[in-house]
Every structure is written in structure tokens, then in C-alpha cells.
């Protein structure tokens, strides 16, 4: 894909931690020029999300099919989940010349960069353990197994956050708001 000069501003971290809650408050915020990304996975479908919000929910094989179509701009496993990125949305905003892209991602900060050098890396950070309260709070039904595989998870993320242009603390001792207006501020300065 060729160098463009729009900037993908990748929101990641761990497990719990608020990836889609401030994407999608960016997107509200930023109408005009964010675009927030659909993300394919093989995840269980959470009670409260709806298919083609935030995620396009398929089976493993069905995802298996998607990679060997070449769809996918960038995709990883975790967890033991699957989830990629449509490439034809990232082409879409480039055809549309939108300024940003904005998107909660598990995706190596490797392959965003392959996407586009100009990717800012916006780390969402909080507590591990108010990180694994948040997780259960979300889905009372998590088994053991995955929730472990979040915790290891977890620990190498926040290891790797050094690697991040920018880490962002969305512990419960910050308010929604300031962790937004932390985030828009990022933006602007990057623009």
C-alpha cells in the first residue's frame, strides 16, 4: 500500500481497558474527519454488541477464507481469537481523502506501520487488577481459561507500552471526559 498523507491513530491495550468506548466517543466527537474502523474477529458475540458495529462476527474457517481472499489490510490472533481489518476500508479512506482513521486494535504496531509510516500508537492504560474487574463486569460469563490467557495477555501489553507514542490512563480515579479530551487533544497535536 503507498505511503498516503492521512494518519491512522491506532487505540490499543489490554483487554477491558476502553479501546471501543473512546473510539467510538472520538468518532462522535471528530465526525468530520474520524472514521471508526469494523473489525472481523471469531470472538463470542457479547450480549450488549450488535453485528457490524464495532465488529463483524465469523467463524474460524470463515475467517480462514477471508485471509486466503486477501482481505484484510492487517489481522492477528488473541486470546485465541482471530481479528483483521478489512483492507477495503483502509483503501476507502483513501479514495474519500479523509484526514484520520481511528480504530481499536490488537494489531502489532509492525503492521500498522506497514499500512501507513504515519501511524500514531495511542496506548490505553489502567490497573491490572481494575482491568480484570472491568473484564467480568462486561461478560459474567468468561471462563477461567480465557480469562488467564487475558491476564498473560495483559502483563505483556503493559510490558510493551514503551513502544507507543502515547500512553493514556483510563483508570477509574480519571473521569470518561478527561481520558476524551486527553485523546482529542492527541489528535490535534498530531495534525
Not at 25 to 43: G, I, M, N
Not at 81 to 95: D, L, R, V
Not at 161 to 188: F, P
Request: glycine share 4%; proline share 4%; charged share 25%.
Amino acid at each position: 500500500m503507498p505511503t498516503h498523507k492521512w494518519t491512522i491513530y491506532a487505540i490499543t491495550g489490554p483487554s477491558g481497558v476502553g479501546k471501543t468506548t473512546y473510539c467510538k466517543a472520538l468518532a462522535k466527537h471528530l465526525p468530520e474527519t474520524v472514521r471508526s474502523s469494523v473489525v472481523f474477529t471469531t470472538r463470542k458475540k457479547r450480549p450488549h454488541e450488535c453485528e457490524g458495529e464495532q465488529y463483524y462476527f465469523v467463524s474460524s474457517a470463515e475467517f480462514d477464507v477471508l485471509i486466503q481472499k486477501d482481505t484484510f489490510a492487517c489481522h492477528t490472533t488473541f486470546c485465541g481469537n482471530k481479528y483483521g481489518i478489512e483492507g477495503a476500508f483502509i483503501e476507502n479512506i483513501i479514495e474519500k481523502e479523509w484526514k484520520d482513521l481511528i480504530f481499536d486494535t490488537i494489531m502489532g504496531i509492525a503492521q500498522l506501520r506497514k499500512i501507513n509510516p504515519n501511524t500514531i500508537i495511542i496506548f490505553l492504560s489502567a490497573d491490572p487488577k481494575e482491568l480484570i474487574q472491568r473484564i467480568i463486569a462486561r461478560d459474567p460469563s468468561i471462563s477461567q481459561a480465557e480469562l488467564k490467557l487475558r491476564k498473560k495477555d495483559m502483563m505483556k501489553q503493559l510490558k510493551d507500552a514503551s513502544k507507543c507514542d502515547y500512553i493514556v490512563d483510563t483508570s477509574a480515579t480519571r473521569s470518561q471526559k478527561q481520558v476524551l479530551n486527553e485523546l482529542i487533544d492527541i489528535i490535534e497535536w498530531n495534525r
